[in-house]
Nanobody
Framework: QLLESGGGLVQAGSSLTLSCTAS????????VAWFRQAPGKEREFLAG????????LISDSVKGRFTISNDGAKNVLSLQMKGLKPEDSGIYYC?????????????????WGQGTQVTVSS
């Protein structure tokens, strides 16, 4: 089970941190990721992480502004976002897959959170 939190309405240029609390039995064999879906658009990969090694993969579209991290002790995945732009608005999902390799396509992920809305006003 994945449960996101931290979304909201912010102004352009602001920072926001999303959290995803996970419940699983063997986190050392999973990889996790954050996706975003804007109205009328496909779900977009933002950042992913190998849970055991904490190695990360960041999409070029958000590199330098978004950071993904995990707290293994608390089973929490975070997405720190800075310099937010109106085009960053959308529903943000965390997702997990069995396998240590981070994948950028959503079809590889079998477990999804319910999503949290982020709206960036100009």
């Amino acid at each position: 089970q994945l449960l996101e939190s931290g979304g909201g309405l912010v102004q352009a240029g602001s920072s926001l941190t999303l959290s995803c609390t996970a419940s699983w039995n063997d986190p050392d064999t999973v990889s996790v990721a954050w996706f975003r879906q804007a109205p009328g658009k496909e779900r977009e990969f933002l950042a992913g992480l190998n849970w055991k090694t904490s190695s990360t993969l960041i999409s070029d579209s958000v590199k330098g502004r978004f950071t993904i991290s995990n707290d293994g002790a608390k089973n929490v995945l975070s997405l720190q976002m800075k310099g937010l732009k109106p085009e960053d608005s959308g529903i943000y999902y965390c997702a997990a897959r069995a396998g240590r390799l981070v994948q950028t396509s959503p079809e590889y992920y079998g477990l999804w959170g319910q999503g949290t809305q982020v709206t960036v006003s100009s």
